[in-house]
Structures are given as structure tokens and as C-alpha cells.
């Protein structure tokens, strides 16, 4: 279990202690983001709790409670801001990013890093931008690209593109950020990479070996040589058998 999921399981038992729960079924105020509540607090156990007083809400229930505020700013307003976001936006949300795990790192931390690479799809039904047929999935919608932390399942970066690239159309660009973070502000922790075939490609594997001074050793799926030789022989003998049939054998014979 990684640091944050204790944290926040530790902080829920001491709100459970704590708190008088109710439970009614009058439709009342409701909310999907009650989770709002734990993060509330374990982002003031972290000392960032400012944050909060410069993020865009709505008047959603929990967020008045977390901010402790009658009234938000409206669902088109909020609209209105994404609207606005563009690739500056995205980047100062990778700083933020940067400065979050900065900060967990100070309380604990970590022995190992695994960079896990991965790539998904986000189906999309509608006529977005960059929605596109995968192949692969066989479906419609984004295939963006992932890093996790392979040792605690955080996710350290993500990125999107559309339904068409494949798994490592644009890797070296989306992973270089983050060698370079690591050897720079972790030096003592050891990075380990971790992805599959897709992303083997040449221009990956200079770009690490430039960055990490290191070798490189691809696991794959071990085929001794004597069970190559049977799949072989299985092999010819099958196209021998299929050979015979259709040539050999006198018109129709061999089709009874």
C-alpha cells in the first residue's frame, strides 16, 4: 500500500471516530465528490491546503463544505475556464504535479522507482476532436499514453493523443520530462523502466541510454532450440501433407 493510500485510510478511521454520521433518504444536496472531504484533510496534514483557495469550484455541496464558503462561482463559469485551457494550462498542471511529489517524497521516501509505460484507450461515442477508430481495441476514442509508478500505482504522467497513434508515437518526448525530474531532483533513487514490445523502439533506446548511462535487457518470451526445431518439422510436414493433396493426388481423389 503507498504512502498516500495509508494517509488517507488513517485520516478516514479518525473522521469516522469523530463524526456523527447521518443517513437519511430525502434527496437533499447531493454530491458525487464527497471524497473532497478526506483529500481536504490530507492535503492540510501535507501543508498545501492553500491551494484550495485558488482552485476554480462550483456550487457543488461538498465543495462549499470543503471551502466552508455559502456560495461558488456557477457551472458556466467553471465551463467558461475549461474552454480556455490550452497547452500553457497543461504544462502548469505538470508543475503542480511536480511540486506534489516533491512534497511526498520529502515525508517518505521511496526506495525504488519503476517507470511503468503504458497505453489505454478512452472510448469516446460522440464527434470529439481527435476521436478516432483504434484497431488494436476496436473501438473509437483516444489512445493516450501513461507512466505509472509500477511500485505504488501513482500515476506520475499522462498524456493524450488521438484514437489513431500507435503505442509509441511520441514516447521519447513524453518520458525525457520525467528521466530528467528524477535524476535531478532524486538522484539516490534507482529508476527502473518497464514497458512492453511496443514501446522498444531505437529511438527510445538511445534517448535512455543517453540519459541513465546504462544497458538495456529486453525479456521476452524464451523459445528453446529444440522447440523451435519441432515447430519447425510440425511445420514442413503439414505444408508437405497440404503439397501432396493438392498435386499429386489424380482430380477429385484427393478431395473424397
Not at 511529489?101 to 525504488?112: D, E, N
Not at 501513461?146 to 518526448?173: A, F, H, N, W
Not at 543517453?210 to 529486453?218: A, P
Amino acid at each position: 500500500m503507498s504512502f498516500i493510500e495509508q494517509e488517507v485510510k488513517r485520516i478516514f478511521c479518525e473522521s469516522e471516530q469523530q463524526r456523527q454520521i447521518k443517513i437519511n433518504f430525502d434527496g437533499g444536496d447531493l454530491s458525487s465528490d464527497a471524497g473532497l472531504l478526506l483529500i481536504k484533510e490530507f492535503i492540510s496534514k501535507l501543508g498545501i491546503d492553500k491551494l484550495l483557495d485558488k482552485t476554480l469550484k462550483t456550487n457543488d455541496p461538498v465543495f462549499k463544505s470543503v471551502l466552508e464558503k455559502d456560495a461558488l462561482v456557477s457551472q458556466p463559469t467553471v465551463s467558461r475556464f475549461f474552454n480556455r485551457m490550452d497547452k500553457d494550462t497543461l504544462n502548469q498542471f505538470l508543475v503542480i504535479d511536480r511540486v506534489l511529489r516533491k512534497k511526498i517524497y520529502s515525508i517518505q521516501m521511496p526506495q525504488a522507482v519503476i517507470l511503468d509505460l503504458d497505453s489505454t484507450l478512452l472510448d469516446a461515442y460522440g464527434r470529439q476532436e481527435g476521436r478516432a477508430y483504434n484497431f488494436h481495441y476496436q473501438s473509437n476514442g483516444y489512445h493516450p499514453l501513461v507512466c505509472y509508478d509500477g511500485m505504488t500505482g501513482d500515476l506520475i504522467k499522462i498524456q493524450l493523443r488521438d484514437g489513431t497513434q500507435y503505442s509509441c508515437t511520441e514516447v521519447v518526448d513524453f518520458l525525457q520530462p520525467v528521466l530528467d525530474e528524477y535524476l535531478h531532483d532524486y538522484p539516490e533513487i534507482p529508476i527502473l523502466l518497464r514497458g512492453d514490445s511496443g514501446f522498444s523502439t531505437p529511438d527510445l533506446v538511445e534517448a535512455i541510454r543517453e540519459t541513465l548511462d546504462c544497458n538495456l535487457v529486453f525479456h521476452g518470451n524464451v523459445v528453446s532450440v529444440n522447440q523451435m526445431i519441432g515447430i519447425m518439422m510440425g511445420s514442413i510436414a503439414v505444408f508437405g501433407i497440404i503439397y501432396y493433396v493438392v498435386t499429386l493426388l489424380p482430380d477429385g481423389e484427393g478431395r473424397r
